[in-house]
């Protein structure tokens, strides 16, 4: 969750996406990182009502490289899927590099603006 926060990838993700992450992360298990859980499960414990909405934020990780699914076999019953949220995928760290750079120099030109509007402030007194 570290690396997402100070990335500035967690101001991207909608608010379904903010909450199906943690219920992921919690439900690993930890001796291999696996969350085997339902929709069902997901949409009860992110508070969300639509498998849909589970499935579009279970994709956009999967798209960012954050989760490894496990899709489950159909035996009889319907299958359930296991989950890997890992921030280890080389292609993922690309992304939260370039996020990081963009925000870096969101910052700075912010800081320039608060410099200039400062010396603004301060001519204008002097007058």
């Known amino acids: 969750m570290e690396t997402i926060i100070r990335s500035g990838l967690w101001k991207d993700f909608s608010p379904s996406e903010r909450a199906i992450l943690p219920v992921l992360l919690d439900y690993a298990d930890r ?3 696996l969350a085997t859980i339902s929709y069902r499960g997901i949409m009860r ?3 969300i ?6 499935s579009k934020a279970l994709r956009r990780f999967e798209n960012i490289y954050i989760l490894k699914i496990f899709r489950g076999k159909d035996s009889g019953l319907r299958a359930i899927n296991a989950y890997c ?3 280890d995928d080389p292609r993922f760290q690309e992304i939260v590099t370039e ?9 700075e030109i912010e800081r320039q603006l608060r410099e200039e509007a400062r010396n603004a402030r301060k001519s204008y007194l002097y007058r």
């Open 99 to 107: 996020i990081c750079r963009k925000q870096r120099e969101e910052i």
């Open 45 to 47: 414990y992110a508070g």
């Open 85 to 87: 949220v890992s921030a």
């Open 49 to 54: 009502g639509s498998p849909t909405t589970v």
């Open 31 to 33: 001796s291999n990182g």
